[in-house]
């Protein structure tokens, strides 16, 4: 029994190799298989993650670029003006002053002018040198309206490059980007106008400085005349009155230097 059963499990062996062996050889002949719905799926989700990454720089760009707007902005909105239009009034107000003292003028700059009027125009009071008075008192006012006229004159040679400066103003009010250049366009013309008020107040002044020297003239010549005539006539009238019959002392003239 044992005899027979060795020959037996070789030959069971031998089938046994004889059937694994042809697998165990490599396949000479494969056909490959092509997943095309995984190629695609897989390339659709690699597109959609560039989008999405696309998506995510465009966002990341738009926010850059308004901060940087933004930047700007606030840059133009401090920003100041590139020139500044100022206008200088100081030297033509010292110049219409100097010009209201020279002369005889009665002049509302000067120093000591109450006592100048004073001494010019000294009201109710004879004359003691009628001409050199007289004179004195036309040559002032004379110089005092020729003066003014003078100062008149000077401002409006000023005039002109003012009135320049204001449109060149007006143009940087018109032309302001941001709060900044629009405050500052705006205290521009503030300034000018505080500037052409105090213009203004001299020639005002001047003005009057004429009426008033114009009225002291008058008042002053009927006062001297009267103040002179009264003491004429109190120095005739106190004179002893001829004794010829058919005469009596009485002046002819009413006022002297009327």
């Known amino acids: 029994m044992r005899q027979r059963r060795t020959p037996l499990r070789l030959a069971a062996a031998f089938l046994v190799f004889l059937l694994l062996f042809p697998a165990a050889q490599p396949a000479h002949a494969i056909i490959p298989v092509t997943d095309y719905a995984h190629i695609v799926l897989n390339l659709y989700y690699h597109i ?3 989008v999405q990454f696309a998506e995510q720089i465009v966002q990341q760009y738009t926010q850059i670029r308004n901060q940087i707007q933004q930047i700007k902005n606030d840059y133009q909105s401090l920003k100041k003006l590139d020139v500044r239009n100022w206008r200088e009034v100081y030297d033509l107000i010292a110049y219409m002053d100097y010009l ?8 509302y700059s000067l120093d000591n002018v109450l006592e100048t009027y004073n001494a010019t125009f000294p009201g109710y009071q004879p004359w003691k040198i009628y001409a050199e008075e007289s004179q004195l008192q036309g040559r ?3 110089d005092t309206f020729g003066n003014a006229l003078r100062t008149l004159h000077q401002e409006y040679q000023h005039d002109i490059n003012d009135q320049l400066l204001l449109e060149r103003i007006k143009g940087q ?3 302001a980007q941001g709060p900044e250049q629009s405050l500052e366009a705006l205290n521009s013309l503030q300034t000018f106008n505080a500037q ?23 008042l ?20 002893p ?14 006022r002297y230097g009327g």
Do not use: C, I
């Not at 209201?100 to 003028?105: S, V």
């Not at 010549?221 to 004179?239: G, I, K």
């Not at 001829?242 to 002392?249: A, D, H, Q, R």
């Open 48 to 50: 959609l993650h560039y």
């Open 100 to 107: 209201m003292r020279q002369g005889k003028a009665l002049a």
């Open 140 to 142: 002032s006012a004379l």
């Open 173 to 175: 009010v018109d032309a």
């Open 196 to 218: 052409e008020l105090s213009v203004t107040k001299r020639t005002l002044a001047a003005t009057a400085n004429l009426h008033a020297v114009f009225y002291a003239h008058q």
């Open 220 to 239: 002053n010549r009927e006062a001297q005349s009267e103040a002179t005539f009264r003491q004429v006539l109190t120095n005739s009238l106190a004179q």
């Open 241 to 254: 009155s001829p004794s010829s019959p058919g005469f009596s002392f009485q002046p002819s003239w009413s």
